[in-house]
């Protein structure tokens, strides 16, 4: 089965640290760009960011400018994302999402979801 699996969230404190991760399975992650989606109360989905597959780039949110990092192991088939100094308007559930082309925000574009996990940031 071609599948990805999100796994690491969690429930911390404002100003607490996170590592998500997306793993892949029945195909290889070095061949796409991976983002990292956001789903808010609101069910809308906010890309948070995005690492390509061929010069490694990577892209955020304003929003996570500065906080996150993206980055990708081959050799492991999974991409994490480390989320720094966390706030509750980070509270959501994340998704990763993998399109054989470039970064994009455009969700319908993309060929595989995981799941999905629970971050959720409060005192």
């Known amino acids: 089965q071609l599948q990805l699996v999100e796994s690491g969230g969690g429930l911390v404190q404002p100003g607490g640290s996170l590592r998500l991760s997306c793993a892949a399975s029945g195909f290889t992650l070095d061949a796409f760009a991976i983002t990292w989606f956001r789903q808010g109360p609101a069910k809308e989905y906010k890309g948070i960011s995005c690492?390509?597959?061929?010069?490694?780039?990577?892209n955020f949110a304003d929003s996570a400018k500065g906080r996150f990092t993206i980055s990708r192991d081959n050799a492991k088939n999974t991409v994490y994302l480390q989320m720094n100094r966390l706030k509750p308007e980070d509270t959501g559930v994340y998704y990763c999402?993998?399109?054989?082309?470039?970064?994009?925000?455009?969700?319908?574009?993309?060929?595989?979801w995981g799941q999905g996990t629970q971050v959720t940031v409060s005192s």
């Open positions: 999402a993998a399109i054989a082309g470039g970064c994009t925000e455009i969700v319908g574009l993309y060929d595989y």
């Open positions: 690492i390509s597959s061929r010069d490694g780039g990577t």
